[in-house]
DNA sequence: CGGACAACCTGGTTGC
DNA sequence: TGCAACCAGGTTGTCC
């Protein structure tokens, strides 16, 4: 699931390999895939452009083209992208960017539901209104306990929630905030007005030390996340609550608990987690 | 507006 | 073995 430290490692790798490089031609395998505009306008306008640089907000990754276009990735939960070096598509390829010098970067999504929006200057499309509602990211030096105090103070849902809500902190998912809140020793079931200012300044404290870890070991691979060269992250490795559902916990020997929130699944430790 | 939650989508896994 | 049912999960849209 690409939250923010597989995007940025995404990015990372992009830049390193295609700033500069000239699309050639396009070809939409999969038209649902293509957000903004239709598929057709979308794959005619990118022909014989060039990607000038590559960027990042929060999920969102967004290749910088020449004359201000902008194409705009969002992976959802199983998407990647892939360079490859000639133009035989992978498995699950739904979007195809030819390159003029022969290779090929691919848009792999196997479930459909990552989309790319191509955006002209002055354009903000109302299917990428997710994109111009970010709040700030938690490795933002704005991003303080007296920020997130003040933002949570009047808001009586779980925490768990609000860490997914794009609005509060944007990056964060189902594996960094499950993680984070375990660190931070706070249960994810928690009203968000309930907890106190210390608990808060942890809370800070492990968002911002899970999501630079996370990108320090290119992200976590737990099903559908491989880098541009199909290789893996590694901070799967490092996780303590996410996928330990039934395993004891590394620090009591407490046996993690999986619970539903909502309809997503949130793992924690019920000896360590208050 | 805030909060809860279904729907989107399909491959992989589980259960019979 | 075969096949249906179920599950994952970020975001949007709907309902109250």
Redesign the pocket.
């Known amino acids: ?3 923010l430290p597989e995007v940025e490692t995404i990015r990372r790798e992009l830049a390193a390999c295609i700033r500069g490089a000239k699309i050639s031609q396009v070809e939409v395998l ?1 038209s ?1 895939v293509v957000g903004h505009p239709g598929s057709a306008k979308f794959a005619k306008t990118l022909e014989s452009d060039e990607i000038e640089a590559v960027e990042r907000q ?3 990754l967004i290749l910088c083209l020449r004359g201000g276009r902008k194409l705009v990735f ?5 998407g990647s992208i892939v360079v490859t070096p000639d133009r035989t598509p992978q ?2 390829a739904r979007v195809l960017f030819y390159l003029s010098d022969g290779r090929a970067l691919q848009f792999i999504e ?4 990552g989309r790319i929006y191509l955006v002209l200057p002055g354009e903000k499309p ?6 111009f ?1 970010l709040g700030l990211e938690p490795v933002a030096p704005g991003f303080t306990t007296a920020h997130l105090c003040a933002v949570l103070a ?5 925490i768990k ?2 860490l ?1 809500d ?1 609005s509060i902190a ?1 990056g964060v ?3 960094y905030s499950d993680e984070a809140l375990f660190r931070a020793r706070i249960r994810p079931t928690r009203r ?2 309930t907890l106190k200012r210390d608990e808060i300044a942890r809370l800070v404290r492990t968002l911002k030390d899970v999501i630079r870890e996370g990108i320090e070991n290119l992200g976590t691979s ?2 559908d996340y491989y880098r541009t060269d199909g290789r893996t992250g590694n901070f799967q490795k490092m996780l303590r609550v ?2 330990r559902e039934d395993e004891p916990c590394r620090l009591c020997g407490t046996t993690i608990k ?1 619970l ?6 949130s793992r924690y430790c019920p000896h360590c987690q208050k």
């Open positions: 699931m690409p939250e999969r649902l929060g999920k969102y969002h992976f959802r939960l199983s498995r699950f196997p479930r459909v539901l109302k299917a990428l209104t997710g994109l509602r009047k808001r009586k849902a779980r929630s609000l997914l794009q944007s998912g189902n594996i968000a007005h737990v099903k996410y996928g999986l539903k929130l909502g309809n997503r699944g």
